[in-house]
């Protein structure tokens, strides 16, 4: 059983959280959201014109993310520039967690650009990723219904806990991992993924797990937007 | 340099201050006030920005411009004519998020030529790294320093940020511990021996508009350039590297100015290198 956990936190307990809004000076917003060693940038760029132009929606404009990891932001090897099949992937359900806040149809025929680079990984990037562009969309003052905070929870061994760091994914176990983004204000879900096993019960806890740690994310973020504007 | 879409609100404005840039530029005045032969003032240089992930980095902010760097390892077979030296293998990547004008995809020209002419030549003709202390077992492994360069936000002379960023995390960064048994990098194990550096190439991009000629473009100024010369130079005052941008000729006269103001300026960089 794991009890305790591997850098000695609770187990709802987060790691440290930095927030900042503003950092990128040319984008219509921007922010940066660090969990632990985990840190990523977001800028966001538009409404602004789409091309090419037949992906054009007069009704409604589009949202289009794109995440990607720094060549030197992984513990190991090299990662390789470039889109893979996992940014793919991330920035696709980025797009699902943050499209829900918005309401593109004010903006038709137009892109709003997210952009998310990871600058260091400890796990929790496409949390954090998420997490930074909501703080971006915002700043660039787009109109939203709430903000995004994601986190990652799960289970370790049995054992419930939100925040998993790279060491506890690969911790020698049976290892569940669960990555949640939520509209604080309304507790709905926006992104949902989960690797790994739980059962009925024990997802109905971690759901309320990542309700609370995100609301302690949404405070930071808050924060940090206030910062700017005050 | 991307030019705002033709027509648009962007392209009026960008060429009101064209204009402006023009007319305050034969005064010898620029737009942030500074004179000609002036960096902006709020330069830093912050080491090991990515203290847990990369082997090395550094930020650079000069004005509003801002750029980091990282640094990984691999090991490589030696090239058969020079089995007993290492390499570095340099890209520059000018991210969408650092600019309205950069788009996604594979490298566009402008992030190769920094690449190639900025972060490789510098480092590489001036042998400010010993390749040789790179070399693990002749002929058969050595090291390979990865440096990445990315641009965060784009407020003008990313080219003398992007080569100062390379240069600090070189200097930053730590080698890995090569398991020889294994053949693998441990990368769980960080070390604490540095790279060895012979020397500090310092880039100074110059450019000129009509006929006068100024460091540390801002953004409406590389706008306006009609040429481009980067110079590296090294503390002895010798050049290293040089290459040459935009679509208009120089004078040898004009290029001796220009190398001349770059060895001046380089002086003034490398002090915070230190």
Redesign the interface.
Same mark, same amino acid.
């Given at each position: 059983m794991y009890n305790k956990r591997l850098d000695g936190r609770k187990a709802d307990e987060l790691r440290t959280i930095k927030a900042r809004v503003g950092i990128v000076k040319r984008a219509d917003g921007s922010a940066m959201f660090q969990i632990g060693k985990t840190i990523a940038l977001a800028a966001v760029y538009g409404p602004r014109q789409l091309h090419p132009k037949f992906l054009q929606n007069p009704k409604m404009g589009l949202l289009r993310c794109n995440y990607n990891m720094m060549s030197f932001s992984g513990s190991g090897e090299r990662v390789r520039p470039g889109t893979s099949r996992r940014s793919k992937e991330i920035s696709y359900v980025t797009e699902g967690a943050l499209a829900p806040v918005l309401d593109l149809e004010e903006y038709p025929n137009t892109v709003v650009d997210v952009f998310i680079e990871i600058l260091q990984s400890d796990s929790g990037t496409r949390c954090a990723g998420i997490c930074a562009a909501s703080m971006a969309l915002a700043d660039a003052g787009l109109k939203m219904k709430d903000l995004v905070s994601a986190v990652a929870v799960g289970r370790i061994d049995g054992k419930l806990v939100v925040d998993l760091t790279k060491e506890e994914e690969d911790y020698d176990g049976e290892v569940a991992d669960i990555a949640i983004a939520i509209t604080p204000r309304t507790g709905e879900i926006t992104l949902l993924q989960m690797d790994g096993f739980a059962n009925k019960e024990e997802l109905a806890k971690s759901f309320e797990n990542a309700k609370e740690a995100c609301k302690k994310i949404w405070e930071v973020q808050k924060k940090a937007l206030k910062e700017k504007y005050t | 340099m991307g030019s705002p879409?033709k027509g648009?609100k962007g392209e009026i404005h960008m060429n009101i201050i064209k204009k402006h840039v023009y007319s305050l530029i034969e005064k010898e005045e620029r737009l942030d006030g500074r004179k000609l032969e002036e960096f902006r003032k709020d330069i830093s240089i912050e080491y090991d920005?990515?203290? &847990?992930? $990369?082997?090395g980095?550094a930020r650079v902010k000069i004005g509003?411009t801002?750029v980091?760097a990282?640094?990984?390892f691999?090991v490589i077979k030696p090239y058969p004519d020079d089995p007993d030296k290492g390499t570095i293998i340099a890209?520059v990547?000018l991210?969408?998020?650092?600019?309205?004008d950069f788009e996604?995809g594979?490298p566009n020209i402008k992030a190769v030529e920094l690449a190639r002419a900025v972060v490789d030549r510098g480092l590489r003709e001036s042998q400010a790294i010993d390749f040789k202390s790179l070399c693990i077992k002749k002929e058969e492994k050595a090291w390979a320093i990865?440096i990445?360069v990315?641009s965060? &936000?784009? $407020?003008g002379n990313l080219a003398d940020a992007i080569g100062l960023a390379a240069l600090a995390a070189v200097k930053d960064a730590k080698f890995p511990k090569y398991d020889e048994k294994k053949e693998k990098?441990d990368?769980e194990k960080k070390g604490t021996k540095k790279i060895s550096i012979k020397e500090i190439p310092i880039p100074i991009t110059v450019i000129k508009i009509k006929d006068k000629i100024l460091v540390d473009p801002l953004l409406e100024e590389e706008e306006c350039a009609d040429a481009r010369l980067t110079v590296t130079t090294l503390e002895s005052g010798r050049v290293c590297a040089l290459q040459k941008g935009g679509n208009v000729s120089l004078t040898p006269e004009e290029t001796i100015k220009m190398i001349d103001l770059a060895i001046k300026k380089g002086k003034e960089l490398r002090k915070l290198l230190k």
């Amino acid at each position: 059983m794991y009890n305790k956990r591997l850098d000695g936190r609770k187990a709802d307990e987060l790691r440290t959280i930095k927030a900042r809004v503003g950092i990128v000076k040319r984008a219509d917003g921007s922010a940066m959201f660090q969990i632990g060693k985990t840190i990523a940038l977001a800028a966001v760029y538009g409404p602004r014109q789409l091309h090419p132009k037949f992906l054009q929606n007069p009704k409604m404009g589009l949202l289009r993310c794109n995440y990607n990891m720094m060549s030197f932001s992984g513990s190991g090897e090299r990662v390789r520039p470039g889109t893979s099949r996992r940014s793919k992937e991330i920035s696709y359900v980025t797009e699902g967690a943050l499209a829900p806040v918005l309401d593109l149809e004010e903006y038709p025929n137009t892109v709003v650009d997210v952009f998310i680079e990871i600058l260091q990984s400890d796990s929790g990037t496409r949390c954090a990723g998420i997490c930074a562009a909501s703080m971006a969309l915002a700043d660039a003052g787009l109109k939203m219904k709430d903000l995004v905070s994601a986190v990652a929870v799960g289970r370790i061994d049995g054992k419930l806990v939100v925040d998993l760091t790279k060491e506890e994914e690969d911790y020698d176990g049976e290892v569940a991992d669960i990555a949640i983004a939520i509209t604080p204000r309304t507790g709905e879900i926006t992104l949902l993924q989960m690797d790994g096993f739980a059962n009925k019960e024990e997802l109905a806890k971690s759901f309320e797990n990542a309700k609370e740690a995100c609301k302690k994310i949404w405070e930071v973020q808050k924060k940090a937007l206030k910062e700017k504007y005050t | 340099m991307g030019s705002p879409e033709k027509g648009t609100k962007g392209e009026i404005h960008m060429n009101i201050i064209k204009k402006h840039v023009y007319s305050l530029i034969e005064k010898e005045e620029r737009l942030d006030g500074r004179k000609l032969e002036e960096f902006r003032k709020d330069i830093s240089i912050e080491y090991d920005i990515s203290p &847990n992930s $990369a082997e090395g980095s550094a930020r650079v902010k000069i004005g509003e411009t801002e750029v980091i760097a990282g640094i990984k390892f691999d090991v490589i077979k030696p090239y058969p004519d020079d089995p007993d030296k290492g390499t570095i293998i340099a890209g520059v990547e000018l991210l969408p998020l650092s600019s309205p004008d950069f788009e996604n995809g594979p490298p566009n020209i402008k992030a190769v030529e920094l690449a190639r002419a900025v972060v490789d030549r510098g480092l590489r003709e001036s042998q400010a790294i010993d390749f040789k202390s790179l070399c693990i077992k002749k002929e058969e492994k050595a090291w390979a320093i990865l440096i990445d360069v990315y641009s965060i &936000n784009d $407020a003008g002379n990313l080219a003398d940020a992007i080569g100062l960023a390379a240069l600090a995390a070189v200097k930053d960064a730590k080698f890995p511990k090569y398991d020889e048994k294994k053949e693998k990098i441990d990368y769980e194990k960080k070390g604490t021996k540095k790279i060895s550096i012979k020397e500090i190439p310092i880039p100074i991009t110059v450019i000129k508009i009509k006929d006068k000629i100024l460091v540390d473009p801002l953004l409406e100024e590389e706008e306006c350039a009609d040429a481009r010369l980067t110079v590296t130079t090294l503390e002895s005052g010798r050049v290293c590297a040089l290459q040459k941008g935009g679509n208009v000729s120089l004078t040898p006269e004009e290029t001796i100015k220009m190398i001349d103001l770059a060895i001046k300026k380089g002086k003034e960089l490398r002090k915070l290198l230190k």
